[in-house]
């Protein structure tokens, strides 16, 4: 089965530019999450998908910070405009519907904004 | 409100030495509960699961974890680490209720030979 597609897989921005990253989860999963991880640091939860609703986005810094996932299947996240403390690894992962499993992660994205 | 702690921040050992990483969660409701593992310049990857049943719970690489539901801990253990766990560990906790994942800050660990 095909795992969690992200892209690109790297990116370097100027500080106030915008960026976006997409996602496409694993076909069925219903669940989604886009986390940001500092060097350093664990991955903190920025915002959960439900099929194509938001569950938490508690953490997302919505002044600078979008994200969607029409239809419940892919996602896109953006920065806008980016600052030089959003480098960071932006990771999405997702889970299929009923619980009790692991959570599936994409590669990553790594934002470097300069 | 869910949350994770790794009061472990930076664990140097010597190898054949054991290993014991602390995790501790906070949430009024059923959880499951996971340990990860991301190697330098790697990727997380999951090195034990715990849904239900044996609270002992045994991952790849001879790591295991207890999990004391009175205690709300999860600590992983290793009876004798390697030059080649040296990594970042984190502890997760998902909800099950909102099937909401967070992690704990991670604990570095270094082991010398």
Redesign the interface.
């Given at each position: 089965e095909a795992g969690v597609a992200q892209s690109p897989r790297y990116k370097i921005i100027e500080k106030r530019q915008s960026v976006a990253f997409w996602c496409n989860p694993i076909s069925g999963h219903a669940t989604l999450y886009w986390y940001q991880q500092i060097l350093g640091q664990g991955p903190k939860l920025l915002i959960q998908f439900q099929n194509n609703g938001v569950v938490d986005d508690s953490q997302l810094p919505k002044d600078r910070f979008s994200a969607e996932r029409l239809k419940g299947v892919d996602s896109t996240l953006k920065i806008q405009p980016a600052k030089l403390e959003d480098s960071a690894v932006y990771l999405c992962a997702s889970t299929p519907p009923g619980g009790n499993t692991e959570a599936f992660f994409g590669q990553g994205t790594r934002l470097t904004v300069v | 409100a869910q949350s994770v702690s790794?009061h472990n921040h930076h664990v140097i050992l010597s190898e054949a030495a054991s290993l014991e990483l602390g995790c501790n969660y906070s949430y009024g409701g059923t959880v499951?509960l996971?340990w990860y593992v991301q190697y330098p310049g790697q990727?997380?990857q999951?090195l034990l699961?715990y849904?239900?049943g044996d609270p002992l719970v045994k991952g790849i690489k001879g790591f295991e974890a207890e999990f004391i539901k009175s205690k709300f801990s999860f600590n992983l253990r290793k009876p004798s680490v390697q030059w080649s766990d040296t990594a970042e560990y984190?502890c997760a906790v998902?909800a099950?209720d909102?099937?909401?994942?967070?992690?704990?800050?991670?604990t570095?660990l270094q082991v010398f030979p």
């Open positions: - | 790794q499951n996971f990727h997380l999951l699961k849904f239900s984190f998902n099950r909102t099937d909401k994942l967070i992690f704990g800050t991670g570095r």
